[in-house]
């Protein structure tokens, strides 16, 4: 982890224990969500350079719940990634989590370059600070989430640890999903 990510995150905790039942502020909570895509994308990109695709899967599977593990301990916040065509089952989005894809579906489609949302919802009578922000499927990404683009032994390795794969046949620019956060509040 770099210098600039670590002290982002503690910087963000100690805003957030300070505030205890408030919300935690948008600029906190983006900068938390910034580090976590940073990492995970350079993880990414050098597993992918220096170990191929296989490497790679490895670095969009464990690097990620790792990361999401280590920001949701610093934080106290749930720190995870979505979609609608989930690869990962964990990754199924709640009702919530939906009706934001849904949207961020629509406003990709009307041409926005990025979406996110951040807002203070009610569930079952708990209060709780929710942050989505749109991943969008890049070149780099159709590897492993494209439709021909994806290599016979990436295939392979996919099929077998994945069995109930939805995360294929993606373009260039569509949402692939979106990492949540989630920030008890009551
Ligand atoms: C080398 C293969 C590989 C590449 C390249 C790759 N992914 Fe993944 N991706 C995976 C695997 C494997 C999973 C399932 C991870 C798990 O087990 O939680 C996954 C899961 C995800 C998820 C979580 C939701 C789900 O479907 O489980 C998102 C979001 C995601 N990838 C986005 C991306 C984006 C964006 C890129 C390009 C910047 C990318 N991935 C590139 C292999 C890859």
Known sequence: ?????????????????????????PDNIKVVAGGYAKQLRSGLMEQMSKNGPEGGIAACSVKAAQLGAETSTKTGWSVKRVSSKARNPLAMPDAYEQEVLNGFEKEIASGKEDASRYEVVREGGIRYARFMKAVRVEAMC??????????PNVEQKLSEQYPHDTARGYKVGDLRGALSIKVKLD
Not at 6 to 25: D, G, K, N, Q, R
Not at 143 to 151: D, I, K, M, Q, R
């Open 142 to 151: 159709l590897t492993c989430h494209g439709g021909s683009e994806v290599p």
């Open 1 to 25: 982890m770099n210098r600039f990510v670590l002290t982002a995150i503690v910087a963000a905790m100690l805003h957030t224990s300070a505030w205890s039942a408030e919300a935690p502020s």
